[in-house]
């Protein structure tokens, strides 16, 4: 019998895709399951021996998964699955609304602790690992400001909240972090930035036969929570170029925190990522969470966790004391 954590994968895009690949690299893992809206005979996976369910039948596997990573978009997928699956498993998942955590999280918390399940919410690198370098250097640095700057990068999130515009075929966003805001605050000098002066977000867009460009554009810079605080660029292009030119989702940004200690001793923080694939990345720190979760419950633990609730050696597949001789 193995003693692998039986993992299963809801939604299978291209986060789900990434996961898989994850835990292909995790030899304390497995993977038992895909559940899928589409037709599951239709989905091919990469290992063909893994098999795949309908989302209706996923009930039926409460018993057979340890964790159930929820790989669906934050718009509207997770709100509604989240709070849901949290009564039947122990899950991750890699919501990314800001702006909504708070009540995101108590729902979901509501339903694991209903279940006695233990669910870890928000997980990936912001939020996620960004979030966990910004609580580092406000505890570090009391006296200071913290910037986060995103990309050069394509958003998964925010290209996901396009593609559901009604006349949207397909789209994909990217969002560009100011040079110049950058280069202010890596001075030290701690500028007062507008979330227009850090950061502009440009758009490629496949409009679907006889839509309304107009009408697109007007939906998409004045979304709330994802572009109407922006300046906002809508491209229109063909389905050939979008598959052509934006098919790779690169993406990273940086956390820093500039502060003051002592009398006048300025010290910066910062933490970067560059990435070539943005979903294969995330994908990944849902695995690592994954595990934390599992043990927790193998703890006793219950209900929703963020990133800050976790002790970072849970997300290690090493013991407590190997670590301690490899890496402190």
Partial sequence: MSNKIRIAIAGYGNLGRGVESALARSPD??????????DPGKLVLQNSQVPVHSMDQISNFVNSVDVLILCGGSKADLPEQGPELAKLFNTVDSFDTHAKVPDYFAAVD?????????CVIAVGWDPGLFSINRLYGEAILPEGATYTFWGKGLSQGHSDAIRRIPGVAGAVQYTIPSPEAIE???????????????????CFVVLEAGADANLVREAIVTMPDYFADYDTTVNFISAHDLARDHAEMPHGGFVIRSGTTGTSSTQIMEFGLKLHSNPEFTSSVLVAYARAAYRLKQQGDVGAKSVFDIAPGLLSPKGAAELRKELL
């Fill in 184 to 202: 202010k605050v890596r001075s030290g000098s701690r500028p007062a930035l507008s979330t227009r002066e850090k950061h502009m977000r440009e």
């Fill in 29 to 38: 893992m497995e993977l038992v399951g895909v559940f899928t809206r589409r």
């Fill in 110 to 118: 509501a339903s694991a602790r209903a279940g006695q399940r233990v």
